[in-house]
Nanobody
Framework: VQLVESGGGLVQAGGSLRLSCAAS????????MGWYRQAPGKQRELVAT???????NYADSVKGRFTISRDNAKNTVYLQMSSLNSEDAAVYYC???????????WGQGTQVTVSS
């Protein structure tokens, strides 16, 4: 399994950004996908997850501002982020949990920088 994130970059506070994560290998549609983030000096934290059935879960800090979605035909998961603030600045990692083995895979990360 390989995960490749894209879409990170520099955005002004209050702005929006969409991250993408393309997966290869395995049966994508059945796997739970997630986005995590890690800011400098902090632990990696959950941002959002989406199951194969489409159920979603969000960290309290991003509820109402971020939306996770998936396109199984493209083996891609997205994270639409809006109303970004300085606390959202981090490296964002895509995560896949295999429905078959429960193994977890990570992407290489994409940097999100929020300017005030």
């Amino acid at each position: 399994v390989q995960l490749v994130e894209s879409g990170g970059g520099l955005v002004q506070a209050g702005g929006s950004l969409r991250l993408s994560c393309a997966a290869s290998g395995g049966t994508f549609s059945r796997n739970t996908m997630g986005w995590y983030r890690q800011a400098p000096g902090k632990q990696r934290e959950l941002v959002a997850t989406i199951t194969g059935g489409g159920s979603t879960n969000y960290a309290d800090s991003v509820k109402g501002r971020f939306t996770i979605s998936r396109d199984n035909a493209k083996n891609t998961v997205y994270l639409q982020m809006s109303s970004l603030n300085s606390e959202d600045a981090a490296v964002y990692y895509c995560n896949l949990r295999s429905w078959l083995s429960d193994n977890v895979y990570w992407g290489q990360g994409t940097q999100v920088t929020v300017s005030s």
